[in-house]
């Protein structure tokens, strides 16, 4: 993806039922990960981003992780609080894979802007260096 182009908006219910809306990551880079518990290559991700949120949260970083799991909810917060997830875990719904163009295969990332525009776009295994040189250039600007 050459073009940066605008973020959809969306609005998802996290492990605790809670409401949370991509306008709470206003002002922040995000990385919008589209994971499942089931996912050998997502599960591999997971333990970069946990790093990567400790490491550049207090810089702006926002890690969001977007469950496809079809398994029930205590699944997917048993699976969260088992690997020590430390970024939200928010649930997919048919309107956010729509709106981010589909998702074809797991994992799917992408690297959104502090003004929120998609800058890049990830499908399957992301080297962990590779996401983390996105994300360092994008907290320098």
């Known amino acids: 993806m050459e073009t940066a182009k605008p973020a959809p908006a969306w609005e998802l219910k996290d492990l605790d039922g809670k409401t949370v809306h991509s306008s709470d990551f206003k002002g922040k880079v995000v990385v919008l990960n589209f994971w499942a518990t089931w996912c050998p ?3 591999a991700e997971i ?3 946990i790093a990567l949120q400790k490491k550049y ?4 970083l926002a890690v969001v992780g977007v469950s496809v799991d ?8 048993s699976f969260a609080q088992k690997n020590g997830i ?5 649930l997919v719904d048919d ?7 589909g998702i074809d295969g797991l994992p799917t990332t992408f690297i959104i802007d502090r003004s929120d525009r998609i800058v890049k776009q990830h499908l399957g295994f992301t080297a962990p260096a590779e ?3 996105e994300v360092t250039k994008l907290l320098a600007q």
Not at 86 to 90: A, L, P
């Open 41 to 43: 290559p997502c599960r």
């Open 47 to 49: 333990t970069d981003f």
């Open 57 to 60: 949260a207090a810089q702006g």
């Open 70 to 77: 079809q398994a029930d909810l205590k699944t997917v917060k």
């Open 86 to 90: 430390n970024y939200s875990v928010v």
């Open 95 to 101: 309107k956010i894979a729509d709106a981010y163009g």
């Open 131 to 133: 996401i983390e040189k």
